[in-house]
């Protein structure tokens, strides 16, 4: 499994910008991808998430900011970042959690990523 950020950049506070997640290597029918942060200093933390049935979740710092999105298609995940904060400034990972059982009783996604991707830096000026 391979997945492959772009899209960071420096950026104004008050910017957007889009990072991209490309995967590659698997073909799971259920999964988890999400999007992760870690600023300097900082513990890593959980930023968006979407399964496969197409269920979101934000951490609420990011909520009517940041939309996450997937092109199955083409095997991509996205994370639209707008209204961007100095405080949004960190290195952004793409991670996923592949399963092979339906989402449900036996399966709750986004709990377990063992894939990552190797980052790709945000930075927010004030």
């Known amino acids: 499994v391979q997945l492959v950020e772009s899209g960071g950049d420096s950026v104004q506070s008050g910017g957007s910008l889009r990072l991209s997640c490309t995967a590659s290597?698997?073909?799971?029918?259920?999964?988890?991808m999400g999007w992760f942060r870690q600023a300097p200093g900082k513990e890593r933390e959980g930023v968006a998430y979407i399964d496969s049935d197409g269920n979101t979740n934000y951490t609420d710092s990011v909520k009517g900011r940041f939309t996450i999105s997937q092109d199955n298609a083409k095997n991509t995940l996205y994370l639209q970042m707008n209204a961007l904060k100095y405080e949004d400034t960190a290195m952004y990972y793409c991670?996923?959690?592949?399963?092979?059982?339906?989402?449900?009783?036996?399966?709750?996604?986004?709990?377990?990523?063992?894939?990552w991707g190797q980052g790709t830096q945000v930075t927010v000026s004030s």
């Open positions: 290597g698997y073909t799971y029918s259920s999964y988890c």
């Open positions: 991670a996923a959690e592949l399963s092979d059982t339906p989402i449900g009783a036996y399966y709750a996604p986004c709990q377990l990523f063992l894939y």
